[in-house]
Nanobody, 117 residues
């Protein structure tokens, strides 16, 4: 069974930084590993992801503030968030996704990030 476990969430002041971690187990080579977030009353939105070739993709609005890093040896993916804003407050979910040939979609339980003004 594939399991994704997030950690690193918490309370941070506006302008601060925070790093989230996601540890994967049960599948060694997940095609795409990344992060989504969901604020209360909003839809879940894409944040960033890294594929098995190491290519990164970011939401345009977050590029420059957020950095994703995938560790293939540890089977982990991290998200470093800087210059945090109150609107970044959300539950952040780790995602492991396949492709059109090998389809799967796994989710972690989420970790809360709260940015205070």
């Amino acid at each position: 069974q594939v399991q994704l476990v997030e950690s690193g969430g918490g309370l941070v002041q506006a302008g601060g930084s925070l790093t989230l971690s996601c540890a994967a187990s049960g599948m060694r080579e997940i095609r795409n590993m990344g992060w989504y977030r969901q604020a209360p009353g909003n839809q879940r939105e894409f944040v960033a992801a890294v594929n098995v070739a190491g290519r990164s993709k970011y939401a345009d609005s977050l590029k420059g503030r957020f950095t994703i890093a995938r560790d293939f040896v540890k089977n982990m993916v991290n998200l470093t968030m800087t210059s945090l804003k109150p609107e970044d407050t959300a539950v952040y979910y780790c995602n492991g996704r396949g492709d059109y040939v090998e389809e799967y979609d796994y989710w972690g339980q989420g970790t809360q990030v709260t940015v205070s003004s």
